[in-house]
């Protein structure tokens, strides 16, 4: 794909903030609802009861969904409980809290030693770790092997079962564990795997409903890193319990993988560095083992896959995250193992220690370069559960923007509109605006560099209903609409987008980016004529190749 100018025009659909009574910051709007001083003072825990963030009218086509304050988070962090990993949780949320986290997942990888002892453990930590840090939510999780497939966040908030609820699941659904790994379309065992995957989320399911634990939530993690996770699995894990598998890693971790002259000449953003395998599916190709604009190709690619599951007419939610394990030009280095030990008989690393030489890693710390945007209505940590499973997210890279606030409402309502992952219901005919507020970044990033969004897109898909092939991976009707030049603008403004409704319902959803590097789209240039393009080996620095993604709206059209 060849590098193109972004095309450029003037824009009578920008206006200033002062003009928009939606533009709120994530901050101004804590301190205006009090949460800063209620929800600090209370129990993290305590401060989000389900009933308080379930957010009338949203998802019920009425056009009211709340105003929202976005709390920052990384649902995808490893330490020393982790058999790859090296750091403390102090140090974790040391730098979380330094690049301006408001909530973290600690999600260790399955294995044997996790298991018999290092939950247990890590579930000790994280009861301190909160009391040290009461302006972060620390949720415990786990990093599950799937059956057959990739790798899945899973997670709980604080409550007496947390710990006993994820080790259960661990020891009884873990694909490694059980050795339930094989997943090629002609292995006797592929069935079966597939079929204990799907029975674990509808046990995750089972432990909400019976209120064993007040929530949980999956999401699938880097899932085409080795293209294992089909579209056929990714869906049966979502029919299974939507409510509970709830969406997939936009983009990976490890973005400072390929970061000219650290790691080697054949280095991908995201450790996308994978060949097909016998367990891999078949239908992708083989471009789909890269990553684009640093974004899954699943996620990356208009008309993909992404747009395929939405285009069935329910959400599916894309993050981003750390993956942190080793962050890059770090000089720390795993600890000595006293005579005896090992991870098998510990569940734990040894503490790390301090060199003077830079390690290897293809990480960055948790917030200095992804970041997941939730909306909420409280603080809490039910209120980011509630947050991300309602779709009120989305996602962006380098720092790129410092807010965005998505409203789609009637053309001349006073009302506040839906947002991010809601619905709306409405006549053939009828005229609407979707009203974005972007609020530009207002200080360097933790690179030195001050992050210039350069365009924001809005792409537009019809809604189809649910697919007749599982393992479809495209939706033909889903296309970039219209593209917004806001190079040059500064501060928070407002653009106004009218939007016309005809005969079929549809979903909109935002990209953007720095404008750096950009080219035709994967499924060609009528569909998205400057989407973001794989880098070469080896010279992929991730600060200069920056985009955000936002979830989707839907549209359902009536009469």
């Known amino acids: 794909m060849t590098e193109q100018q972004l095309p450029t025009w003037a824009d009578p659909d920008v206006a200033p903030a002062h003009l928009d009574p939606q533009g ?29 963030t379930s957010g ?95 790798h899945c966040t899973v997670f709980t908030p604080p409550g007496p079962h947390e710990v006993d609820v994820l080790t259960r699941f661990e020891s009884a659904y873990d694909g490694k564990l059980l050795n339930y790994t094989d997943g090629a379309p002609g292995n006797a065992n592929t069935a079966r795997n597939e079929a204990h995957a799907v029975k674990a989320v509808k046990w995750l399911a089972e432990q909400r409903r019976t209120g ?20 056929h699995e990714l869906r049966a894990w979502r029919d299974a319990a939507p409510e509970i598998m709830i969406g997939m890693e936009g983009a990976p971790g490890a973005q400072g993988a390929a970061i000219p002259g650290w790691r080697g000449t054949t280095s991908i953003r995201g450790e996308y560095e994978n060949k097909p395998s016998v367990n891999s599916f078949a239908g992708y190709p083989a471009d789909a083992y890269l990553t684009y604009g640093g974004f899954d190709w699943a996620t990356a690619t208009v008309g993909g896959l992404w747009d395929s599951m939405l285009a069935e007419g329910g959400l599916f939610s894309v993050t981003s995250n750390s993956d942190a394990h080793r962050i890059v030009f770090d000089t720390w280095k795993n600890g000595d193992w006293p005579a005896g030990r090992n991870f098998d008989n510990t569940g734990k690393l040894p503490d790390p220690v301090n060199t003077t030489t830079p390690q290897p890693g293809s990480d960055f710390w948790p917030g200095q370069f992804s970041r997941t945007h939730v909306g909420v209505t409280r603080y809490g940590y039910r209120a980011v559960m509630t947050g ?9 890279h380098g720092h790129l923007i410092d807010g965005l606030e998505v409203r789609l409402k009637r053309q001349h309502s006073t009302g506040r509109g839906v947002t991010l992952g809601g619905r709306l219901r409405v006549r053939r005919g009828e005229k609407l605006t979707l009203e974005v507020t972007v609020t530009t970044a207002s200080r360097v990033n933790p690179h030195g560099v001050l992050p210039k969004l350069a365009h924001v897109d809005v792409i537009r898909g019809t809604v189809t209903g649910p697919v007749a092939d599982a393992d479809s991976w495209k939706a033909p009707d889903t296309k970039v609409v ?52 794989p880098h070469a080996p080896g010279d992929g620095d991730p600060w200069t190749d920056t985009w955000f993604y936002a979830n989707p709206i839907f549209v359902d059209v009536v009469g």
């Open 24 to 52: 709120v910051s994530r901050r101004g709007l804590l301190r205006s609802a009090g949460l800063f001083g209620a929800a600090f003072a209370l129990s993290p825990a305590l401060a989000s009861p389900a009933s308080a």
């Open 56 to 150: 009338k009218g949203h998802g019920g086509y009425g056009g009211e969904d709340p105003r929202l304050a976005y709390l920052v988070g990384d649902h995808h962090i490893h330490s020393v409980y982790s058999h790859d990993a090296k750091y403390t949780f102090s140090q974790l949320a040391s730098k979380a809290a330094e690049f301006g986290l408001d909530w973290m997942v600690f999600t260790e990888h399955s294995n044997f030693g996790h298991a018999d002892f290092g939950a247990a453990l890590e579930h000790g930590e994280i009861l301190r770790a909160r009391k040290e840090n009461p302006r972060q939510l620390i949720f415990q999780g786990l990093e599950w092997y799937i059956p057959a497939a990739e």
């Open 212 to 231: 064993y634990v007040d929530d949980v939530l999956v999401l699938a993690n880097h899932p085409l890193r080795l293209g294992i996770d089909s579209p």
């Open 388 to 396: 991300l499973r309602e779709g009120r997210v989305w996602a962006d």
């Open 482 to 533: 219209r593209t917004k030049d806001v190079s040059g603008l500064k501060g928070t403004y407002t653009l106004r987008i009218p939007v016309a409704v005809e005969d079929d319902s549809f979903y909109l959803r935002l990209r953007g980016s720095d404008g750096n590097r950009h080219g035709t789209g994967y499924l060609g240039a009528s569909t998205d004529p400057h989407g973001p393009i």
